[in-house]
């Protein structure tokens, strides 16, 4: 975890809006079918730092599975890999009114595989599920998960591997401790 | 992670109750899908998944209640899903399944 540091407003709101990050923190960690338990203490910890409600614990919590399930089925082809997953706590504050009420908080989770880059990209795309019972396809059904919770989902091919960013906003609360 | 504790209660073969403890993942999802299959054989009236006992669950599970469904479906049975939790419930929502399947 690091200290409180002031940053530069972001490039997506260049005066309406200061960024000050809050806490960061990473992981590294086996890919595997059975790595839910890692992922809670990764959302217990982030969930604690922002006093998220269980919902928004759940949710967050819900699309990481979904991601590293997706990455240890389609990407390791159900067998272990390695991740590394960073999570960075970000409050925003609205500089042109100041007003406390509007600050938000932004989780950003960074994940990084070293399965085979994926460059197909319909295979990322979501599309929600069927809502006739005799055809539904669950197939992508995560990845629809994904967006639907998340602010934002970026994919990134690299030569070794996947980077994902996943951005996830909510209200901030009064006395939120930074650089913990 | 602890694999799943699923009960059959078969005392009335028409009325098959399944209760499932645990989490529901790409992990302990094909358990499930094991435990439907016996049942899908005797061919009930209708299948009750008493889901009060399992406080996480993701896509991997409902993939397995979709085909619990379309199976009750194909075989003119019902399929219901009873005493989902909070965050089961949340992504029936998310996922706009939650009209889709009885719900009780």
Same mark, same amino acid.
């Given at each position: ?8 407003? !972001?490039? $997506? ?6 960024? $000050?990050?809050? =806490?960061?923190? @990473?992981?590294?960690?086996? @890919?595997?079918?059975?790595? %839910?338990? &890692? ?10 730092? &922002? ?6 614990? =759940?949710?967050? %919590?819900?699309? %990481? ?16 890999? +390695?991740?590394? &997953? ?17 600050? +938000?908080?932004?989780? @950003? ?9 994926? !460059? =197909? ?9 069927? $809502?006739?019972?005799? !055809?539904?396809?669950?197939?992508? %059904?995560?990845?629809?998960? &994904? ?30 401790? +930074?650089?913990? | 992670?602890?694999?799943? *504790? ?18 529901? *993942? ?41 085909? /619990? ?23 029936? /929502? ?11």
């Amino acid at each position: 975890m690091v200290a409180a540091t002031n940053i530069e407003p !972001t490039a $997506q709101a260049p005066c309406a809006r200061v960024a $000050q990050l809050l =806490n960061a923190f @990473c992981f590294q960690m086996e @890919c595997r079918s059975d790595c %839910l338990n &890692i992922l809670r203490g990764i959302i217990e910890t982030t969930g604690a730092l &922002i006093d998220a409600d269980k919902q928004a614990s =759940n949710r967050m %919590l819900l699309a %990481l599975d979904e991601l590293m399930a997706n990455i240890w089925h389609h990407g390791y082809h159900d067998q272990q890999g +390695s991740a590394e &997953i960073e999570v960075e706590i970000r409050r925003y504050t609205n500089t042109e009114t100041n007003a406390k009420t509007n600050d +938000s908080i932004e989780v @950003c989770f960074q994940l990084r595989d070293f399965a085979t880059p994926i !460059t =197909n990209a319909a295979f990322l795309r979501p599309a929600p599920p069927c $809502q006739d019972a005799a !055809t539904i396809q669950p197939g992508h %059904l995560g990845l629809f998960l &994904i967006h639907t919770i998340m602010d934002s989902v970026q994919h990134q091919p690299l030569a070794d591997g996947n980077r994902w960013l996943m951005h996830y906003s909510l209200p901030s609360k009064p006395n939120l401790r +930074s650089g913990k | 992670m602890t694999p799943l *504790n699923i009960q059959i209660d078969s005392h009335d073969k028409a009325q098959q109750r399944i209760v499932i403890q645990g989490e529901i *993942n790409i992990h302990t999802a094909p358990q499930l899908r094991d435990a439907f299959l016996p049942i899908f054989a005797i061919n009930p009236a209708s299948i009750t998944v008493d889901l009060s006992d399992v406080p996480f669950m993701d896509s991997s599970g409902i993939a397995t209640l979709v085909e /619990g469904l379309q199976w009750s479906r194909t075989c003119g049975g019902k399929f219901i899903l009873s005493g989902m939790t909070e965050a089961v419930r949340d992504l029936f /929502g998310l996922a706009k399944l939650d009209t889709v399947f009885t719900i009780v």
